[in-house]
């Protein structure tokens, strides 16, 4: 989860088996969402994130999948602020540890990435 500006807020590593929108909720009931928007992908579309995130003071802009039955509107304009997600992203894998993978332990891969989180929070 990335801030307004693309700073990383709340980082949570799962296998690679475990889609992103099943551990949504996990991570937005770790931030105060209250009075923000939040920005997702189609995948993150589902009634009880759409639920949670209206029930906790916040709106989102998250576009409806193409076979919704009941699609909702989607403000466009602010769905395009959702490439600072993508340019974190892409921030993180300037560092080559972490794009290529090299730590086989997921505690070292995660302390390596929570370094290059500084790192990116200090330029």
């Known amino acids: 989860m990335v801030d307004g500006l693309g700073n990383p807020l709340k980082i949570l590593f799962t296998g690679g088996n475990v889609f992103d929108s099943t551990i949504a ?3 937005l009931s770790g931030v105060d969402i209250t009075g923000s928007i939040v920005m997702g992908d189609k995948a993150y579309g589902a009634k009880d994130i759409r639920d949670y995130i209206t029930a906790n003071g916040a709106s989102y802009a998250i576009p409806p999948k193409s076979n919704t039955k009941e699609p ?7 769905y395009k602020e959702r490439h600072l997600v993508e340019c974190f992203f892409n921030k993180l894998k300037h560092f080559r540890r972490v794009a290529t993978r090299y730590d086989k332990l997921i505690t070292r891969f ?6 290059a989180c500084i790192m990116i929070l200090l330029k």
């Open 25 to 27: 909720l996990d991570i």
């Open 72 to 78: 909702w509107d989607c403000d466009w304009y602010q």
């Open 110 to 115: 995660k302390s390596f990435v929570l370094l």
